[in-house]
């Protein structure tokens, strides 16, 4: 099955500075990447997504970037605010008709100093 | 107001007895699924759920069992047969027809067995 390694577990960065969290997959017939943010004691948000089919996406301060070959994405978070504070997950599928199975990796908390 | 809701938040049971967690959604979504998160790691799949009357195991699902006789409804039981069941439960639900792959999240259930 589907593993998703995620580094680093704990992040943190000055406000107004960049953040960027990486992650590997190993199924290379994984075609769908989203990022979840979660704040404490919620349910994870979707922030970002990409499919396979993109090398980079972009939504104002948040980027992702995709390396089929070498099978990692990354998280970007440029000019980051105190309320970016939260922990990150990346996830990988094999998205297609019918339900999309996530395989998660164990997060990044990310801490943004004021 | 569309969304998944998860009830109650907090919940206690000794040790030995049988609990059931409520997901509910107004999404209008076909696939519905159930993860387990335990501090420091990612979110692992406990079932999922296509279409209504129909089920499958995820990664973790021994010890739990799951019904789906409502598109809106999948409830979770967590059994006495689970080892370790104090996490923190959630929902998501998504669409299934290719349309979009996002999991939406409920804000989650957190058990504590004692």
């Known amino acids: 099955g589907e593993n998703v390694e995620q580094h680093p577990s704990t992040l943190s960065v000055q406000e107004g500075d960049s953040a960027v969290i990486k992650c590997t997959y190993s199924d290379s017939a994984s075609n769908y990447f989203p990022w979840y943010k979660q704040e404490l004691g919620k349910g994870p948000q979707l922030i970002i997504d990409i499919r396979s089919n993109v090398g980079e996406k972009k939504d104002q301060r948040i980027a992702v970037t995709l390396n089929k070959t070498a099978k990692h994405f990354s998280l970007h978070i440029t000019e980051t605010q105190p309320e970016d504070s939260a922990v990150y997950f990346c996830?990988?599928?094999?998205?297609?008709?019918?339900?999309?199975?996530?395989?998660f990796g164990k997060g990044t908390k990310l801490s943004v100093i004021p | 107001d569309g969304g998944i809701t998860q009830s109650p938040k907090y919940l206690f049971r000794k040790e030995g007895q049988n609990v059931t967690l409520s997901c509910e959604q107004n999404l209008n979504h076909d696939a519905m699924y159930w993860y387990r998160q335990d501090p420091g790691q990612g979110l692992r799949l406990i079932y999922y759920?296509?279409?209504?009357?129909?089920?499958q195991k995820g990664d973790i699902a021994e010890g739990y069992s799951v019904s789906r006789e409502k598109k809106e409804s999948f409830p979770l039981t967590v059994t006495s047969a689970q080892k370790n069941p104090t996490a923190f439960y959630l929902c998501a639900s998504s669409l299934s027809d290719g349309g979009s792959y996002e999991q939406y999240f409920g804000p989650g259930t957190r058990l504590t067995v004692t």
């Open positions: 759920s296509q279409i209504v009357n129909d089920f």
């Open positions: 996830a990988a599928s094999r998205a297609g008709a019918g339900s999309y199975q996530l395989t």
